[in-house]
């Protein structure tokens, strides 16, 4: 069974920074590709930033040079370090893994920046 678990969301004020994680089991990290993706109410959920089994990292250009996606493979973790948080990156933070033709996502982290 796989399951991803979000955490390090919270409420920070704008400017500040979070780290949110990712802890990964039923899977093999270096078989998978990873991301981060995001949602609000009422809206479509949405890339954040991707990091493939090989090649570079894609981010969205809303957090391109704030955010940075990471991972280790050792621990099956992956990360999302956000730095200079707007009010407008309040959302809930969801972890994606492809692995194959299959996807999964983990449960949802809420980030709220206030202004």
């Known amino acids: 069974q796989v399951l991803l678990v979000e955490s390090g969301g919270g409420l920070v004020q704008a400017g500040g920074s979070l780290r949110l994680s990712c802890a990964a089991s039923?899977?093999?990290?270096?078989?998978?590709?990873m991301g981060w993706y995001r949602q609000t109410p009422g809206s479509q959920r949405e890339l954040v930033a991707t990091?493939?089994?090989?090649?570079?990292?894609n981010y969205a250009d809303s957090v391109q040079g704030r955010f940075t996606i990471s991972r280790d493979n050792a621990k099956n973790m992956v990360y999302l370090q956000m730095n200079s948080l707007k009010p407008e990156d309040t959302a809930v933070y969801y972890c994606?893994?492809?692995?194959?033709?299959?996807?999964?996502w983990g449960q949802g982290t809420q980030v709220t920046v206030s202004s």
């Open positions: 994606n893994a492809v692995q194959g033709v299959y996807t999964y």
């Open positions: 990091m493939p089994r090989v090649g570079s990292t």
């Open positions: 039923g899977i093999i990290l270096t078989r998978s590709a």
